[in-house]
């Protein structure tokens, strides 16, 4: 079956970096294209980006251009994204979701991780 | 592009209609339009693609609709387990983006 499993909860502080994994099992890696979504506490999903399979294609929010920076490794079927300068209003569930029922980067979210707390506290 | 859900929040009792509507800022594809629901505690589900497609698994009791700027989910009969926040998607455009939620409450 296919499942995400992300990494577990990260507690940093302002100005820290957080990377977060998301391992995918049970498809044909190389097919599908990952986004990642968050939401801060009691508030609605927020899309940061997306990436192919391979790595080499990405496509940031502009809102985390410059922040935010994701990666691919096909060997282990993981992506990661990367989260620079953070904020404590960066406090949110960060969730990675497939990308399905389109063709290439144009698919709804047919599954998702577990989501990954991040809190930023000084 | 800018979804607007309505309403915030509504209230049903069980076995009664609930009709969810999402509004975009710009025309877009109905291919390119989704709803998801999130229980609380939980990650989000795809309920529907394209609008109008059910996603593998989904009730047929959730059926989507719409085409230009308008759409809208509807549940047929409310049954107590779609206690739920529903959110609307775009992803025919970058950034994809969100409503901010509808959220059902059951009576």
């Known amino acids: 079956q296919v499942q995400l499993v992300q990494s577990g909860t990260e507690v940093k502080k302002p100005g820290a970096s957080v990377k977060v994994s998301c391992r995918t099992s049970?498809?044909?890696?190389?097919?599908?294209?990952i986004h990642w979504v968050r939401q801060a506490p009691g508030q609605g999903l927020e899309w940061m980006g997306i990436?192919?399979?391979?790595?080499?294609?990405?496509n940031y929010s502009q809102k985390f251009r410059d922040r935010v920076t994701m990666t691919s490794d096909t060997s282990t079927s993981t992506v990661y994204m990367e989260f620079s300068s953070l904020r404590s209003e960066d406090t949110a569930v960060y969730y990675c979701?497939?990308?399905?029922?389109?063709?290439?980067?144009?698919?709804?979210?047919?599954?998702w991780g577990q989501g990954t707390l991040v809190t930023v506290s000084s | 592009i800018v979804l607007t859900q309505s309403p915030g929040t509504l209230s049903l009792s069980p076995g009664e209609r609930a009709t969810l509507s999402c509004r975009t800022s710009?025309?877009?594809?109905?291919?390119?339009l989704a709803w998801y629901q999130q229980k609380p505690g939980q990650a989000p589900r795809l309920l529907i693609y394209g609008a109008s497609n059910r996603a593998p698994g989904i009730p047929d009791r959730f059926s989507g609709s719409g085409s230009g700027t308008d759409f809208t989910l509807t549940i047929s009969r409310l049954e107590p387990e779609d206690l739920a926040v529903y959110y609307c998607?775009?992803?025919?455009?970058?950034?994809?983006?969100f409503g901010q939620g509808t959220k059902v409450e059951i009576k």
């Open positions: 990436i192919n399979p391979s790595g080499d294609i990405t």
């Open positions: 710009q025309s877009i594809s109905s291919i390119f």
């Open positions: 049970g498809y044909t890696f190389n097919t599908y294209y």
């Open positions: 979701a497939r990308g399905n029922y389109g063709s290439g980067s144009y698919g709804a979210l047919d599954y």
């Open positions: 998607q775009q992803y025919g455009n970058a950034p994809r983006t």
